[in-house]
């Protein structure tokens, strides 16, 4: 069965340092997000992506982060410099606006210290 | 601002017990979501509800939607250990746009 697949699991960096985490969505969606959860408390929206631009942030989405799909099976989220308080879980999910549902990969666990 | 809100938050339960978590929410939208958590785990699509009325039931779990209310219930019937996880519900914004609010969450443990 298609699955959306995140690397690396976890990241550990320094504050001010820049990250990419990676998501491989499954091949014919062409809807994608990012949602973090930090430890113990719910899963919050970060942002939409359709059709090469991003379709809706949330206002956790600032300056400091970015999206890219650079090629056809990639879809990337860059924070530029990092804090302390971005250590989350970094979910990535894909969908189709056909059956309405997501598709969550097993994350990255981003650690900041 | 949309909101959702999931209660009870904690629930600890026998097994082989029944019991309802609740999911109210402020939006329009008609389309509600159930997940399953697992700890240190990603998200598992348990349910998608699209329509007022909707049911829809997966072995000892049954959601349904009244959009009029602006409710959901995920119903347990006769708990089994395996239950044990964190459930979320999430409603997305309507329409085109299907970012997805999620409610706290509600940790269910099964006690044998």
């Known amino acids: 069965e298609p699955e959306v697949t995140q690397t690396p699991s976890h990241q550990v960096t320094q504050m001010g340092q820049e990250v990419i985490l990676r998501c491989v969505p499954i091949s014919n969606h062409l809807y994608f997000y990012w949602y973090r959860q930090i430890l113990g408390q719910k899963v919050e929206f970060l942002v939409s992506f359709y059709n090469n631009e991003i379709s809706e942030k949330s206002e956790i989405f600032d300056d400091q982060f970015s999206v890219e799909r650079p090629d056809g099976s990639n879809f990337t989220l860059k924070i530029r410099s990092t804090k302390l308080e971005d250590s989350a879980m970094y979910f990535c999910a894909s969908g189709t606006s056909g059956n309405y549902e997501q598709y969550f990969g097993p994350g990255t666990r981003l650690t900041v210290t | ?112």
Not at chain 2, 21 to 29: A, E, G, M, R, V
Not at chain 2, 33 to 40: N, T
Request: neutral net charge; hydrophobic residues 35%; glycine residues 8%.
């Open chain 2, 1 to 112: 601002e949309l909101k959702v809100e999931q209660n009870p938050l904690f629930l600890s339960m026998q097994e082989g017990k029944n019991y309802t978590i609740y999911c109210n929410y402020s939006t329009t939208s008609d389309r509600l979501y159930w997940y399953r958590q697992d700890p240190g785990k990603s998200l598992e699509s348990l349910f998608v509800l699209l329509s007022n009325g909707a049911v829809k039931q997966e072995g000892r779990l049954m959601a349904s939607l009244d959009t009029k209310a602006r409710l959901s219930t995920l119903h347990i019937t006769a708990a089994v250990h395996d239950l044990s996880a964190t459930y979320f519900c999430a409603v997305d914004g309507g329409g085109s746009n299907y970012k997805l609010t999620f409610g706290k969450g509600t940790l269910l443990t099964v006690n044998p």
